[in-house]
């Protein structure tokens, strides 16, 4: 493998590591984001209940789940988890593919010095 095919390999895992990088970001972003979402709809349940509040927090939990605002959010955070992984699983196999190739690179080495030693 020449220098240009090395670059390309190693330019190829830096944007790897940066799109799985932002896609961790929005991950993080949207688990923190469910729990303050499902606190601000827990409050809007219990406000626009027919009492003026729900009896219980189960009670503020289970209608601030079924919101679909709610709903959409987990929608979102699934398909981050989904981006998060499929990019670690890139990464990993470009890893497993420069490690290979520094192994042979090695072991070509050795070879050539075994034959003109």
């Known amino acids: 493998m020449n220098d240009n095919v090395l670059e390309t390999k190693m330019h190829e895992l830096r944007k790897l590591g940066k799109d799985y990088a932002e896609a961790k970001k929005n991950v993080t972003i949207l688990e923190h984001g469910r729990k303050i979402l499902l606190?601000?709809?827990?409050?809007e349940k219990m406000i626009n209940s027919n009492t003026g509040k729900l009896d219980s927090v189960n009670a503020q939990e289970r209608e601030a789940r079924t919101d679909e605002r709610y709903q959409k959010h987990i929608?979102?955070?699934?398909h981050a988890v989904q981006q998060?992984?499929?990019l670690y699983w890139e990464k990993t196999?470009?890893?497993l593919n420069f490690e290979a190739w520094k192994t042979k690179m090695i072991s070509d080495m050795k070879e050539r010095k075994n034959y003109n030693a």
Not at 39 to 43: R, V
């Open 93 to 95: 196999i470009v890893q």
């Open 39 to 43: 606190s601000k709809l827990m409050k």
């Open 84 to 86: 998060e992984a499929e």
């Open 75 to 78: 929608e979102a955070l699934g």
